[in-house]
């Protein structure tokens, strides 16, 4: 069994930052890819970033490249999702996933972490 817990999410104004967590429980956290995705209200679930097993490839949406990084430590079982220039329309729940397929188009992860808000003030 796979758990998710997200931290980090709060408060911020736009042009800040913010640096969300996930730590995963795992029995071989390196067996999975990582991803964010987030849900605005009144929207679909979106796919934010995703990184492979080792962490030397990275995806992002088209909207996040440049803004967002997302990074894994696996030594700690964490993987993070760094967030600068934040923008009122980056406002959402803030999900980790992990799937055991491929980083690339990640679609349909295998495992959800409850969520993390994150409020962007204009």
């Known amino acids: 069994q796979v758990q998710l817990v997200e931290s980090g999410g709060g408060l911020v104004q736009a042009g800040g930052s913010l640096r969300l967590s996930c730590a995963v429980s795992a029995r071989t956290f390196t067996s999975y890819v990582m991803g964010w995705f987030r849900q605005a209200p009144g929207k679909g679930r979106e796919f934010v970033a995703s990184?492979?097993?080792?962490?030397?490839?990275?995806y992002y949406a088209d909207s996040m490249k440049g803004r967002f990084t997302i990074s894994r430590v696996n030594a700690k079982n964490t993987v993070y999702l760094q967030m600068n220039s934040l923008k009122p329309e980056d406002t959402a729940v803030y999900y980790c996933?992990?799937?055991?397929?491929?980083?690339?188009?990640?679609?349909?992860?295998?495992?959800w972490g409850q969520g993390t808000q994150v409020t962007v003030s204009s």
């Open positions: 990184i492979n097993r080792s962490g030397s490839n990275t």
């Open positions: 996933a992990a799937d055991s397929r491929t980083a690339q188009n990640m679609r349909q992860p295998d495992y």
